[in-house]
């Protein structure tokens, strides 16, 4: 299975997925403003990361995105207190 994946959304790049360094799980790469709220997301699978980008450019929101069945963690010293509280 490839380690990387390109996910489009509407015609446009909305990042990467690229397994992470234990080979469990698919961390997000934003390649657009859009989609800066998954930066960093790890997902079980290309798709849930590929949903998720969807619902965000449908709703332009952080709450509409995130479907926390799909999300494995999000974590680490780059959250934002925006995002943290939007998780609560």
Known sequence: MPHAFVIQIAGRTAGIVARDHNGQAFRFFASSQTFVPLEGALFAEPEQAERAARRLFKSRGLLGALNLDDLIF???????????????
């Open 74 to 88: 999000l974590g680490g010293a780059s959250d934002s207190p925006a995002r943290q509280e939007a998780l609560r």
